[in-house]
């Protein structure tokens, strides 16, 4: 997903938008930035989970660890995930979904038992074949957008909607564990879409805990990193975030800690004044949202440096359990 278009911009390079910076980062808890800037000094890993950037935010769970990529208590709490394509060369077509049954499995019994979470991969992969049900405008409170878009892609053509569902399905897999009740707002199991007010509605409908968007970036070259996406105090039309602004940056702050710990990524150099945060009120997903939201950029598409880890199984798997970690720390309190 662009930073500057709608809730979801077509593929190609872009310009991005910074948008507004965001404060009280200074309570984050620093352990991450500490554990980042060692992985630092050792030196950028190529493809297994490192960024170049600024600045770091964190906010994780008590006793999380602060392991650098690479070393030996990352990779040991790294597992490989079933119904992926974990470590292997993204294909130029989308497979279908890995684990169709999935969402259907009891939750096991664990600390989030009891607890919903809506997981939204954003964009669908067959979205381009769909171009005039996507570019119906939809009412997203504070005016009209469209309906959906095909999502950005790496220069080599691994697309963002395959990257988010991929993502998607081992965060599910990680939060069942935890007791978590999983519910999608897609699997690769519909032609295209939702549109972002289906999607928002889905979590609503759901009385989800909690509500997190996957995306990737399609900024420029050179733009790298993360960065989690906040609701604004939105109060227009359909749209009231009054109520979810505080938890959702709870959650998202949450989500930033653990998500540096997990994949040594750094937050964005072009997104949130280093800050790895971002507040929108332009985007349909958030503004519908009447349960704590945010989306998370996990990186950049456009940039060969990023792209070089969005496409690694590997990495996906940290970034899934940096999400995790961050839900579970956000609903266990």
């Not at 070393?71 to 490989?80: I, K, L, V, W």
């Not at 989030?112 to 009412?139: C, E, M, T, W, Y």
């Not at 509605?201 to 909690?210: C, K, P, Q």
């Amino acid at each position: 997903m662009s930073s500057v278009g709608p809730d979801f911009d077509p593929p190609g390079p872009r310009r991005s938008r910074r948008g507004p910076m965001t404060v009280a980062v200074a309570a984050l808890v620093p352990g991450a930035l500490v554990g980042w800037l060692v992985w630092q000094a050792v030196g950028d890993s190529g493809g297994g989970g490192s960024t170049s950037a600024t600045s770091t935010t964190s906010s994780g769970a008590p006793g999380a660890s602060s392991a650098a990529p690479g070393s030996a208590s990352a990779a040991a709490r790294t597992p490989s995930a079933s119904g992926t394509d974990d470590g292997k060369p993204p294909s130029s077509t989308f497979s279908g979904p890995a684990t169709p049954a999935a969402s259907d499995l009891p939750a096991a019994a664990g600390p989030l038992k009891g607890k919903v979470v809506v997981i939204d991969p954003g964009h669908n992969p067959g979205n381009f074949q769909h171009s005039a049900d996507i570019n119906r405008k939809v009412n997203i409170g504070t005016n009209w957008k469209e309906c959906d878009t095909t999502g950005t892609s790496t220069n080599a053509g691994y697309t963002e909607a395959r990257f988010t569902l991929d993502v998607a399905r081992r965060l599910r897999t990680l939060l069942q564990q935890e007791g978590a009740t999983v519910k999608f707002t897609q699997d690769g199991d519909r032609s295209w879409g939702p549109c972002v007010d289906e999607r928002a509605r889905i979590g609503n409908d759901a009385h989800a805990d909690a509500v997190v968007s996957i995306h990737a970036d399609g900024s420029a070259a050179g733009n790298r990193g993360f960065h989690v996406i906040l609701p604004a105090s939105v109060h227009s039309g359909g749209a009231d975030t009054r109520a979810i602004v505080a938890p959702s940056r709870d959650l998202g702050e949450r989500i930033a800690g653990n998500f540096v710990r997990d994949t040594g990524s750094a937050p964005s150099n072009y997104v949130g004044g280093g800050t790895g945060l971002d507040v929108r009120s332009d985007l349909g997903g958030l503004n519908l949202s009447t349960v704590p939201k945010v989306f998370i950029e996990c990186g950049n598409m456009r940039d060969s440096k990023d792209a070089a880890l969005l496409t690694s199984g590997a990495w996906r798997q940290k970034a899934a359990r940096g999400i995790s970690e961050g839900i579970v720390s956000f609903l266990r309190g």
